[in-house]
């Protein structure tokens, strides 16, 4: 049974920090990564890790957000600094792998509420 096991998040006043830490059983990914969805909007990527190491970010998030993964524990983690009001949202973390035809094996964990206060 594949399962991703969100932690962290909470309330935060602007500038602050808070990590989110994902812990994943049953699969291997190729790909790990934090998604968020504040009210009104569509779910946005924030930042993902491929199994090589390779990262990407959402502009918004870049030199304030690290993403990492231990491949051994098979676990990711979002750092995030310098907080803004405008990262207030549910994060959702993410893993899929990529079949032999192209097609997505796509998982979600339970989502975590972040709120940043001004």
């Known amino acids: 049974q594949v399962q991703l096991v969100e932690s962290g998040g909470g309330f935060v006043q602007a500038g602050g920090s808070l990590r989110l830490s994902c812990a994943a059983s049953?699969?291997?990914?190729?790909?790990m990564g934090w998604y968020r969805q504040a009210p009104g909007k569509q779910r946005e990527l924030v930042a993902r890790v491929l199994s090589d190491g390779t990262t990407n970010y959402l502009d918004s998030v870049k030199g304030r957000f690290t993403i990492s993964r231990d491949n051994a524990k098979n676990t990711v983690a979002l750092q995030m600094n310098s907080l803004k009001p405008e990262d207030t949202a549910v994060y959702y973390c993410?893993?899929?792998?990529?079949?032999?035809?192209?097609?997505?094996?796509?998982?979600w964990g339970q989502g975590t509420q972040v709120t940043v206060s001004s």
């Open positions: 049953g699969m291997i990914f190729n790909v």
């Open positions: 993410n893993a899929y792998v990529t079949r032999s035809d192209y097609t997505r094996d796509q998982y």
